[in-house]
């Protein structure tokens, strides 16, 4: 549960996640408009990602990976050329946020010192003509290095006493390297992160998103996007008020506001709900985020860098509302300004949203094959060559799935051969997922019916259908050319204005 402030000197916990494209782009305003005007009542925690200056396909990240591809050519000095471009970033931006001389100097030289560090680690890869997962972790904690080492001194310059905090040995060596991430994992990595940030004392930790190599590989298991969970686990050790994850959008809408253009601001959500949208293509927050918050009711606020006074989404477990959890007066204020009662009953479905770049495998059974361990070696199959299923809807000879064409094209060519074992394949590529998602959903009679009548009219065929189990979520799977006729159709007819209940 959420813990009690025994101090009452002490003021609560805030953290705040500032994701890449948000510290590339706005930093003084993170400084004098955020961390500061928060400063007032909290005690605020920076948890921060690599730097990001244009978008996040173009930021420090995608870099570092692509100078570790790089090295494994062993005539090739292009890794250098591409540290060099970080290096150059790093530095130019400091010394346009930076004005006390001291402080910059200082900062050049230690981004100085992580880039030949960094030279080195590279050159190591190069010699040894192969990188392994464990090495790629390291490689790309050296984005949130970099990034917080400039956020630390952007702060001390403006004022706010700062220390900058490295988890990238927080995880003992050897404790974990033979276990799965499981939620002991999570456990200790809450209390030995949380435990670290607090040796600052009153000055203002700004923790690096990136915190070390995990069993099995930070980008196999737990995937980019990484900073959130952190930041989530930070809070639950610290007994946060509030996780805040600031955004360059407003918050959770009831579609993707860059394509349908009437979308309404949601001003809460449930953390199942976020989870759903986030899974299905509205890639808003990482899904484990909501896994570690939900254990401990804590809520999370999605907030805008460039409107940091609109109250964002918030995600709010119901728990907390239906035990009328009145710590935090803001968030029943928020609740009653948004005509909601404590239970969030809601007569609508919540959100709408697309994933795109989907394939549709089709095994046909040859009825002969058929027996109990048809799905068994369907599902051995995808596992060999690591596929995941997004939607799966099946009858006794037939299983349709719905899976991200984000693969290598060996591993699905390989799968297909082996699953031609089991029957008749086919696949058809370009499709795209469409969910629709709403905690209350469960309760309403005739609602997908209703999707899949809005869907006939406006001309969209329907390839697969599924309904997920937790029943919050009707999903289906459409060409991929017509998502956005589809996503539309669906929140006009469909997300009834907000307020009507
Ligand atoms: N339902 C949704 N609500 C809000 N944003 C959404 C939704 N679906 C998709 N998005 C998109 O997710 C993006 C997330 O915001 P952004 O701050 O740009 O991400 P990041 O910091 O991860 O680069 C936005 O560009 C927005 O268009
Ligand atoms: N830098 C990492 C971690 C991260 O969390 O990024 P962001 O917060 O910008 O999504 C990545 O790009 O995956």
Redesign the pocket.
Known sequence: MHSLISNQDEKPWVVQKF????VGKFLKNIANNIVKTHLENNRVVLVC?AR?CD??SKGTTNMLLKAADESLDPDSKEYLKTIDEIANDHIKGSRSLVCNAKILDDLEQKILNEISELKNVLSATQVLGEISPRSKDIIIGYGEKLSCRVITAVLNDNGIDSEYVNLENIIEKGKFDRCDLDQSFYDYLTQVISEEVKKCGNRVPVVTGYFGTVPGSLIANIGR?YTDLCAALLAVGLGAQELQIW?????????????VLD?RL?PIITPEEASE?TYY????IHPFTMEQIMRHNIPIR?K??MNPLKNG?IIFPDIIANNGWSKDTNILELLDQNGYHADMSRKHPT?V?IKDKIIVLNIHSNRKTISHGFFAKIFAALDTYGIIVDLISTSEVHVSMAICANILENDLQNAIRDLKKLGRVNIKSYMAILSLVGMQMKNMVGIAGKMFSVLAVANVNIEMISQGASEINISCVINEEKAEIALRAVHAHLLVPYYVN
């Not at 994701?19 to 948000?22: A, K």
């Not at 959008?249 to 860059?258: E, K, L, M, N, Q």
């Open positions: 994701g890449g494209t948000s990602s990001s978008t996040k996007g955004k360059e959008v407003d918050g959770i809408f009831t579609a993707d506001p860059r394509k979308a949601l949208l293509g509205s890639e808003v999605i805008n860098v989404t959100a949203t």
